[in-house]
Nanobody, 127 residues
Framework: QVQLVESGGGLVQAGGSLRVSCAASGRTTSGRSFSSSAVGWFRQAPGKEREFVAVISGRGGTTTIADSVKGRFFISRDNAKNAVHLQMNSLKPEDTAVYYC???????????????WGQGTQVTVSS
């Protein structure tokens, strides 16, 4: 079973930046390699549904960013290091949430399409 671990969360003032990272080990439950997996970032604030943030294709050639963060957030990956990063700039209080990375077989915005999930990392943006 692939293991995904997020890191880099913390407390930041509005307008600041953070980079959260996702480190992968092993393989997905289907035996798919990390480099063959799309990796998405999702976030969830208390009392809200888990929300799509960004996704990157297995080779990193295609990305989609949610409209709510487009122009501020950027996703990248380094398959040699089994890592995906989410660079978050110009942070706003409404970005406060637990951020999760997930791996799946398809390039998708949908939670249900992912089969491996990390435990999340807290990002708090103060005003």
């Amino acid at each position: 079973q692939v293991q995904l671990v997020e890191s880099g969360g913390g407390l930041v003032q509005a307008g600041g930046s953070l980079r959260v990272s996702c480190a992968a080990s092993g393989r997905t439950t289907s035996g798919r390699s990390f480099s063959s997996s799309a990796v998405g970032w999702f976030r969830q604030a208390p009392g809200k549904e888990r929300e799509f943030v960004a996704v990157i294709s297995g080779r990193g050639g295609t990305t989609t960013i949610a409209d709510s963060v487009k122009g501020r957030f950027f996703i990248s990956r380094d398959n040699a290091k089994n890592a995906v990063h989410l660079q978050m700039n110009s942070l706003k209080p409404e970005d406060t949430a637990v951020y999760y990375c997930a791996a799946g077989p398809f390039f998708s915005r949908q939670v249900r399409e992912y089969d491996s999930w990390g435990q999340g990392t807290q990002v708090t943006v103060s005003s």
